[in-house]
Every structure is written in structure tokens, then in C-alpha cells.
């Protein structure tokens, strides 16, 4: 059985539309949670578009579930995981030349800085994943500069709609996993992955942890919204003419 994640940033980014404090990220983990969440998955943008540096301290005070923070390669957002201690980190990029094809981290191309980084978590007793391509040469670089887990990144995958390619999207996760597994890898998998789509991954015996923001996010006002209508309708004295 695998872990589910849920990612909550786009909590934040309804707060940040109106710059107040409403709805908070901090309320939302905590339903999360309640709802059978094993960590809580936030990612502090180098921008601040959602998530602001607050919301990791009022988390890592406030709800006890595992936290795993997502973060760009590079040392400012090193020091602030030092200081905030979450489970896990998730590097991912932010800036283009860090970006492959599919969207993963180029982790070839930036080995050495990686492995620094890498360590000075590390020394922290901070567990590290990479979120890359199912791609052989970024899992074997991803073993090569020392991190615990790959979150492999199905976002191909998603986007996929006709079953050959859908098909081929799966096996190469599936020999993306094995491989990663051989190496000693934690496989992890994540982006667009709907309660439709996720089926089919979760007979990946190797990946066991996937982590999911968008769609758990979505269907969540759906299935809240007429509860909230109702509640401000009650609000609202009903008027004798129309
Ligand atoms: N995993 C990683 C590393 C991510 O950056 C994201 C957000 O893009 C997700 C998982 C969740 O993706 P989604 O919101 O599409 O479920």
C-alpha cells in the first residue's frame, strides 16, 4: 500500500487572489489530515505565488502530519528548510536551464551543485527525493548524488489520451521504478493525477508514495460548495417578496 501526499498549495493560491487570509493552508492540513493524508505536501516558490515562508512555520507548529516541502536546488531555500526541519524535501526546478524535456530536474546537468546541497540536508538528518523524468540517465545521476527517493513525474503520463501512448507512458514508469529500485532509490510519483488516472500507477508495486494537490484541490470545492451556499444562504433573512 502506498502513501498519499496532498499537496496544498492551491489553497494558498485562492488566499493570495484576495491577499487576505482566507481560505488558510494551515485549516486545510489539518482536514487533510482528518481525511487519511500521511504528509502534507507544500511548495515554497522562490516568487511566493501561494505558499509564503509563514505558512511552513505556522505548519510545522500547528499540525502534526508529516510535511514535506518542495523547493527549488539552491541555498536560500536551503537555509529556510534547515530552520523549518520538514520530513522530507522534494527538490524540483524553478528556473528553465533546470527544467527537462517533461518537465523533471536535469539532475545530469547539475550534479555537483546537487550533491551539496544534498548533503548539507543530509547533515540536517533531512531525507531527499528528486522529482524527475522516468528518464535511466537522470534515476542513475539521481543515485549517484547521494538521494533517498525520486518522485517520478507523471505529467506525460496525464496528458496522454490515446491508450498507445497512454501505454507507453506506463511502461516507462514502470522500467523508471525498477531501475530506481535497483539503485536504492524510495520511488515516489506525482503531477496531474486525477482519481481517474491514478489507477493504473497504483499497480506499480514500487512506487510508494503519491503525492496529489490539483485535482483532490478541485474536487474539493465542488463537493463543499453546496454545504457553503447553504450556510451563507441561512446567513441571509429570507425576503417575503421577490
Ligand atoms: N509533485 C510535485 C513534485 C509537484 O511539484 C506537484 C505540483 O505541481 C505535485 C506533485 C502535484 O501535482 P498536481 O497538483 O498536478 O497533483
Not at 193 to 221: C, Q
Request: aromatic content about 2%.
Amino acid at each position: 500500500m502506498a502513501r498519499l501526499g496532498v499537496n496544498i498549495d492551491h489553497v494558498a493560491t485562492l488566499r493570495q487572489a484576495r491577499g487576505g487570509h482566507e481560505p488558510d493552508p494551515v485549516a486545510a492540513a489539518v482536514l487533510a489530515d482528518l481525511g487519511g493524508a500521511d504528509s502534507l505536501v507544500v511548495h515554497l516558490r522562490e516568487d511566493r505565488r501561494h505558499i509564503q515562508e509563514q505558512d511552513l512555520t505556522r505548519l510545522r507548529e500547528t499540525v502534526p502530519s508529516a510535511l514535506n516541502l518542495e523547493m527549488a536546488a539552491e541555498d536560500t531555500m536551503t537555509n529556510i528548510a534547515l530552520r523549518v526541519r520538514p520530513d522530507q524535501v522534494t527538490l524540483v526546478p524553478e528556473q528553465r536551464q533546470e527544467l527537462t524535456t517533461e518537465g523533471g530536474l536535469a539532475v545530469t546537468d547539475h550534479e555537483d551543485r546537487l550533491a551539496l546541497l544534498i548533503s548539507r540536508l543530509h547533515d540536517a538528518r533531512i531525507p531527499v527525493s528528486l522529482f524527475i523524468d522516468p528518464a535511466p540517465s537522470h534515476i542513475r545521476a539521481a543515485g549517484r548524488v547521494g538521494a533517498d527517493a525520486i518522485e517520478l513525474h507523471t505529467g506525460h503520463y496525464a496528458n496522454s489520451h490515446h491508450p498507445p501512448d497512454i501505454q507507453e507512458a506506463v511502461q516507462s514508469l514502470i522500467q523508471g521504478a525498477g531501475l530506481a529500485r535497483q539503485l536504492g532509490l524510495e520511488v515516489h510519483a506525482g503531477h496531474g493525477l486525477t482519481y481517474h488516472n491514478i489507477r493504473r500507477l497504483t499497480s506499480i508495486n514500487e512506487i510508494v508514495e503519491f503525492n496529489i494537490g490539483h485535482s483532490i484541490i478541485s474536487r474539493a470545492v465542488l463537493v463543499g460548495l453546496e454545504r457553503a451556499v447553504r450556510e451563507m444562504r441561512a446567513c441571509i433573512p429570507f425576503s417575503s417578496s421577490r
